[in-house]
C-alpha cells in the first residue's frame, strides 16, 4: 500500500512487534502509511494543517489500538486504518465544528473557481463528489489501492467499488467541465 517495511519481513511481522509495543515497528507502519493517509485526508480537510492533525491523531488512534488488532491479511489492516480514519475525521468535524461529516457532505459545497491543473483545485473538485464516489476516488488515485482492497475496506463487492469508480469519473468529469 505504501512505502516499504524497513527493517521487517511483512507487514504481518511489523505489525506483530507493533502490537507488542514496539515503537520501531509502529514507526515502520507509520512511514508505510503516512503518504496513503496524507492523500486521503487531505481532500476531506479545509487546510494542509488540519489535514496534518487528523492525520497525526489517526495514528495516535492506531497506535492505542495496536495491542487488541488481530491480524488476518493486509487488506484487513488497511480496513482496519480506514475506518480509524473515517471515524476520527467524524469525531474531528463534530468537534471542531459541532457539525458531523454527514452535514458537511449534505451541504452545497462554495463554488469558486478550480484550476484543473492544480492538485487543491482538482482537490476541491473530489471535495464536491458525495462521500461514497470522493472515497472511491480517494484510495484509487490517492492511495493508489487495488479495486479488491478498495471493497474491503468499503465493506462492498468488487465489482460494487468498480461501479462507484466509474460514476464518479463520470461526475468528476461533468464538474470539470464546468472549469474548463
Known amino acids: 500500500m505504501g512505502a516499504p517495511l524497513t527493517g521487517y519481513d511483512s507487514l504481518a511481522d511489523a505489525l506483530a512487534k507493533a502490537g507488542e509495543g514496539h515503537e520501531m515497528a509502529f514507526r515502520a507502519i507509520y512511514e508505510h502509511l503516512i503518504d496513503r493517509m ?6 476531506r480537510a479545509r487546510s494542509r494543517d488540519e489535514a496534518t492533525d487528523i492525520v497525526q491523531d ?8 495496536m495491542p487488541r488488532f488481530t491480524y ?3 487488506a484487513h489492516f ?15 468535524y463534530k468537534t471542531h465544528t459541532h457539525e458531523s461529516l454527514d452535514d458537511l457532505e449534505q451541504s452545497e459545497h462554495p463554488r469558486v473557481e478550480a ?22 476516488i480517494t484510495l484509487r488515485y490517492f ?38
Open 38 to 43: 496524507f492523500s486521503f485526508v487531505r481532500p
Open 58 to 65: 489517526i495514528f495516535v488512534d492506531v497506535w492505542g489500538a
Open 72 to 74: 488476518i491479511s493486509d
Open 78 to 92: 488497511y480496513s482496519f486504518v480506514f475506518t480509524i480514519a473515517k471515524r476520527r475525521l467524524i469525531r474531528h
Open 115 to 136: 484550476d484543473i491543473t492544480d492538485p487543491d483545485g482538482i482537490r476541491h473538485l473530489i471535495a464536491q463528489l458525495p462521500e461514497k464516489h470522493r472515497d472511491v
Open 143 to 180: 492511495s493508489g489501492l487495488p479495486f479488491v482492497q478498495i471493497a474491503e475496506m468499503l465493506h462492498t463487492t468488487e465489482t460494487n467499488a468498480k461501479v462507484r469508480h466509474h460514476r464518479a469519473l463520470k461526475e468528476l468529469r461533468v464538474l470539470m467541465q464546468k472549469y474548463e
